[in-house]
């Protein structure tokens, strides 16, 4: 079964991502593009101080005379001028390798060996270990970016002019690398085009009612800028439609509730709707001017769905996509009755998504099976990885998402589990391979095993089940405690069981589901 057929619509280019969203700027360049709503004063960015810093950071990186393509890594807290370098990186013509900023060294290490960057770009605050391990990985320039318009990025790029001519770039040019991790526990580098990006840009400009609200629309963007929701997709939406943006360094429910009055459109991982409900003001006069709520990274449970129409009389818009393929498919935008709660809409347009068996062969309307895609927007492969590229696509090149569900008869998706090992927390990634990987290094552990349960916050909250070795003691808190100083805290086990066995079949495979359905009250899901 197959939607969309896959066909190739949107027309090819061979310009510059940059290009293109600057050349959607607002004719006033003196109009707010960003207001920051979390520092202790309001900044206020215009659409000319975008084009200036953009230019200035892009003939930072002209100066370092790097080959076209080079990867610059960033390892930064969210700020307008993180935003302005993933920018001035398109307009150089390099590719932005964004780092959440909760890894930690090892993990640091580990993409910086990988990718090979010629620049990172780091937290004043973690320069000592940062630099020290970037050197060391032949790393060969190192620059400061901090959240109050600090570092040392900033102060070469106040040397530079604010006149940049962008770089040339074809369709195929990286833009981007992102790195998702992988099921055997290394993490994959998802390359993305300057044409996968501009396409699912463009895409989504049209079906989100976009360009019907150009220059009118005001986005609360309080997601994070390392992964593709809050840096292509939110960001792409606003910078193409010339939008202002109402700025959030971190989540808070009542921060942004306060500011959503002025706002048309929020985009969140369903964390934040959970907890947009759980905030006293938040209701529908907060709402009053809001066009659109659109959920996507996890899934949205019907109950929040039903929950926010209820209390607003909005209905969320929930989509679905992958750091590999940026935006797969949507509910409709229009009318809003045509949003289903718990499915994730048809695919979107120029985008194919069909449904097979293990076999590879399409399976019937209605039928669950495995989700492939194919599209414009679907990456180049995985960096330096030809193989694990090759086995994720089918021999006629569609994209196997590891995502399981099943297309009904007017197209619409419903996502119902992942064939990939796999847990969302709180919209982030956490791959047990990775988890169980660093517990089972550690002293008195024989063995571990990492799975999903569900969380009334978080969705789903990582669990571990460690078996000690003979006469070893594992101490939980401290196992949690270790756990914290070496991988991302939202990888970090919630709760962690002492056990004499792992439950294992006859195969002698660990029995997860047995594992998820012992632990699944945990959180009183
Ligand atoms: C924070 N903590 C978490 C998470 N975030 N635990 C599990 N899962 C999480 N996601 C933990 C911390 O370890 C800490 O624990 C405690 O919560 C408080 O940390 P804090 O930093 O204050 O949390 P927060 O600021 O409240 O963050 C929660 C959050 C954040 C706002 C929901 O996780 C977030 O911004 N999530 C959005 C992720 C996102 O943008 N995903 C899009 C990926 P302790 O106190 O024990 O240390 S793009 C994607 O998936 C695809 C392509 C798509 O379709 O969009
Ligand atoms: P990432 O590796 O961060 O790109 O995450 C991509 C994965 O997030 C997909 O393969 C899905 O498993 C999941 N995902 C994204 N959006 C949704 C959604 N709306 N519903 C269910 N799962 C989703």
Redesign the pocket.
């Known amino acids: 079964m197959a939607a969309g057929g896959g066909t190739v619509t949107a027309p090819m280019t061979d310009e510059n991502l940059f290009a293109t969203l600057r050349a959607a700027f607002p004719a006033d360049l003196d109009a707010i593009a960003i207001e920051t709503c979390d520092t202790p004063q309001p900044l206020r960015y215009r659409w000319r101080d975008l084009e200036r810093g953009t230019a200035m950071l892009a003939n930072v990186l002209d100066s370092l005379d790097l080959p076209p393509g080079s990867r610059i890594a960033a390892h930064v807290d969210k700020s307008v001028e993180a935003l302005m370098l993933y920018l001035a990186v398109l307009r150089a013509g390099h590719v932005y390798l964004p780092l959440n900023t909760a890894y930690q060294a090892a993990e640091i290490e580990y993409f910086l060996g990988n990718a090979e960057p010629a620049v990172l770009v780091c937290s004043p605050r973690n320069f000592g270990w940062a630099s020290k391990l970037a050197f060391r990985l032949g790393v060969r320039n190192v620059f400061t970016l901090g959240d109050e318009r600090d570092g040392t990025l900033l102060d070469r790029a106040a040397q530079m002019s604010d006149r940049h001519e962008p770089a040339a770039r074809s369709g195929d040019d990286l833009a981007a690398i992102l790195y ?1 991790s992988g099921t055997t526990g290394r993490s994959k580098g998802a390359m993305l085009t300057h044409r996968n990006l501009r396409s699912n840009a463009q895409v989504l400009h049209e079906a989100w009612g976009w360009r019907e609200h150009a220059g009118r629309d005001v986005l609360v963007h309080a997601l994070p800028i390392f ?2 929701h809050g840096l292509f997709v939110a960001s792409h939406c606003a910078l193409l439609s010339g939008s202002r943006m109402l700025w959030f360094a971190r989540f808070d429910p009542a921060a942004v509730t306060a500011r959503l009055p002025e706002a048309t459109v929020f985009m969140g991982v369903p964390t934040l709707y959970v907890r947009l409900l759980a905030e006293p003001s938040f209701g529908r006069e907060a709402c009053r001017r809001m066009r659109l709520f659109v ?6 449970l019907l109950q929040t769905f039903e929950e926010f129409r209820q209390r607003t009389g909005h209905t969320i818009l ?7 393929t940026v935006m797969l498919t949507s509910n409709p935008y229009r009318p809003d009755s045509a949003r289903r709660g718990g499915t ?1 809409g048809p695919a979107l347009p120029g985008v194919g998504v069909r449904i097979c068996d293990d076999r590879g062969l399409p399976v019937a309307t209605g039928e669950v099976g495995n989700v492939e895609v194919k599209g414009l927007n679907v990456f180049r492969g995985y960096w330096r990885m030809p193989e694990k590229t090759a086995d994720d696509f089918t021999t006629d090149l569609w994209f196997k ?3 399981v569900g099943r297309l009904d008869a007017d197209g619409y998706l419903t ?1 119902v589990g ?1 064939s990939k090992d ?1 847990i ?1 927390s709180g919209g982030y ?1 956490v791959y047990p391979a990775e988890v169980e990987g660093y517990v089972d290094a550690l002293p008195g552990v024989a063995e571990s095993a990492v799975v999903g349960v569900p969380h009334p916050d978080f969705g789903e909250a990582v669990v571990a089940v460690v078996v000690p070795r003979p006469g070893a003691a594992v101490d939980p808190a401290a196992l949690v405690a270790t756990l914290k100083a070496r991988i991302a805290n939202f990888k970090v086990p919630k709760q962690v069981f002492v056990v004499p066995e792992l439950p294992r079949n006859a195969m002698g495979k660990v029995q997860k589901n047995e594992l998820r359905a012992r632990h699944r009250s945990l959180f009183g899901g």
């Open positions: 998702t992964h593709v959920s996507g990274s996890a899934p949205l929930e989509r679905y996509g992958m750091s590999e994730v998402t590891g995502d996502i992942r796999l969302i990634n």
